[in-house]
């Protein structure tokens, strides 16, 4: 399937930011919930266990990512380290929240970009659910700037660009009627444009489907990674099945050469 760059919903200026938040707090939801990343958390602990890290740096973190399940799973597969989220517009609400229920997370209130990673904030850095939102070119300068600052760096995607992906999103409406209730935090706005004027089933829906055409293949994210590091950096692509998923989400793995052990 061609990639297609298209334009989701909560990129747009005037999208109100209520149905934006509304769409970023499911998401953070849905994936929690059904424990996406989890089973990436044995290559990601021995992707920081091969770059020496002893931090991680989530680029990109939106609502807070995966965290609160992917951490516990990334202890059980043998990486304890501390684990700093960034990004370049901090939702502070969402983001304070986490902090105050995960050990272990903290997060950056001042705006990160992804390509302009400051010294005091090295560490390994993951970008999870987001890759697709950047253009090939923003893509690469992600991945380059991991490079440029000798950081390793993991990609992964709650989605892949399949027709079987693209089927399941069919579900997506259904799915946010059932799990709103379990949203946190509770808003009334919420529940009032899912069940009495129902703006936002679709609107998560059509995001999805357009998520869904602008995911990088496994292939497509190695020719960036070896595009930018060269002979510098060791890359590793491929997909993971989560758990009782019929799609499996692609990742990628970067880590400088001259570290021990391998990937």
Known sequence: MKRRHLVELEDLSWWPRTFRDAATDYLV?????AKVYDGFAARLAAAVNRSGATRITDLCSGGGGPWPTLLPALRAAGVDVPVCLTDKFPNTPALSRLVATTPGVRFEPESISATDVPARLAGFRTVFTAFHHFRPADAKAI??????????IAVAEASSRTWAALALQALVPLAVLVLTPAVRPFRWSRLF????????????????????????????????????????????????RPTGSPVSIPYLIGVPRGSSGTL
């Open 193 to 240: 444009w899912t069940y009495l004027v129902p703006v936002l089933p679709p609107a998560i829906w059509f995001d999805g489907v357009v998520s869904t055409l602008r995911v990088y293949t496994p292939e497509e994210m190695l020719a960036m990674g070896r595009e930018v590091g060269g002979d510098e950096y060791e890359w590793e692509a491929g997909t993971e």
């Open 29 to 33: 939801t849905a994936i929690r919930h």
């Open 143 to 152: 991945l380059a700037a991991a490079v440029r600052d000798r950081q390793g």
